[in-house]
């Protein structure tokens, strides 16, 4: 028998045109590729390697993405009001998927693009070919910033030797580590801060700012033995933050209460599709939009932290959302200005959005069924790279 996912992997790697509205594969090199999986693999000719190749070569030839163009007007925004986002090409993708499912993944990713785009920020794509390992796409996880400040996990820390431990199963971890050093680089070509938080690693995805309050909400597993490694973390990264701001701030920890499992059984969980949708901080809780509002769900935490979170951005200015909404990662969007980018956000959330003055840019306004895909949507795809900063 073939082993499918080897020859999964290998056609990832098939390059894909966009013409205006347009995403299909350049046919040309793709029958070349399939034609050469014999070679490639060392394998015999047969008739299940010919079916194989002729499923192929199929959805090579009949897989097309129609995007569509939003309906509505692109909403304005001053340019010194504008953000910048980061995002990680998709020139190889992460995953080991057949044609048609790499041409639907690259449309969601060419949607959230374009969406970000005409929000009126600005978006810079960094190119997955000059990374190390071009299979890490979630570039929210590789660092945060604070005032046009960028705080990044240090490569050295116990935490990034831990994870270099699995780096044989999961290889876009070895990404994660390299991103300190190589994000370094790219802030300083630009004349930007950076900053690495000596001896701490944390994921992006569990970092919440709020400028207003001067806060910084940081999530964390709920499980015992961990706790203290991210502790420390909270605490290295406020006293960072009071060296480097030139004002006090304060970083709340967030113990997210369905994260409270050893993290081999999270494993388990994860490999037979049972693991919590609020594994991360931003899946529960929103960014502050621009009027101050945010989105949680409460029951993401535990209740006397979630009435700490409610005292600091003040109660007027909880936007609850259900299990369902959250399941649909409502959470996981980004603002810029009076914009909100969601993917699939619920009628209720349309409705009380519209109700403050919002525009809502979804994956419906592009003809897609989301901004995203596996376990990331718009936060976790994109990163600040700047934005106007909060007095």
Known sequence: MIHEIFIKKYITQAPISIEGNTIKFDQEQAQEMVANIPQIFDLRPSADLRQLQEKILQEFQTSVVHLKDPET??????????????????????????????LETRGKWEALKRAVE??????????????????????????TMVNNIAYLSDPKSPGAQILKMAESMFPAISQRIDDSTRLQAFFSQRDQISQILGNTWFDGGNVIVHPRSRTVFWGMES???????????????????????????????????????????????????????????????????????????????????????????????ILSITYEEGEKRSANMISNGMSIIMSSPSDRLKNLLHERGYQIISAQDFGVDRLGFTDADPHCLTNIIHQPTVP
């Open 73 to 102: 007007e692109s909403p304005s925004c001053s340019p010194d009001m504008q953000k910048h986002f980061m995002m990680v090409s998709l020139d190889h993708m992460p995953f080991f998927y057949y044609p048609k499912e790499c």
């Open 118 to 143: 005409f929000s009126g920020a600005k978006v810079t794509v960094q190119n997955a070919n000059d990374r190390k390992n071009p299979q890490y796409f979630s570039c929210r996880d590789t660092y």
């Open 223 to 317: 499980y015992k033995g961990n706790m203290g490694i991210h502790l420390d973390g909270a605490h290295i990264l406020q006293k960072t933050l009071n060296e480097t701001q030139g004002q006090d701030w304060t970083v709340l920890p967030v113990l997210l209460s369905q994260m409270n499992k050893d993290p081999v059984l999270r494993m388990e969980d994860m490999v037979s599709q049972k693991q919590t949708p609020f594994y991360h901080l931003d899946m529960g809780m929103s960014e502050p939009l621009e009027n101050g509002e945010v989105f949680i769900y409460p029951d993401m935490t535990y209740p006397y932290i979630f009435q700490k979170i409610s005292d600091i951005v003040g109660q007027e200015n």
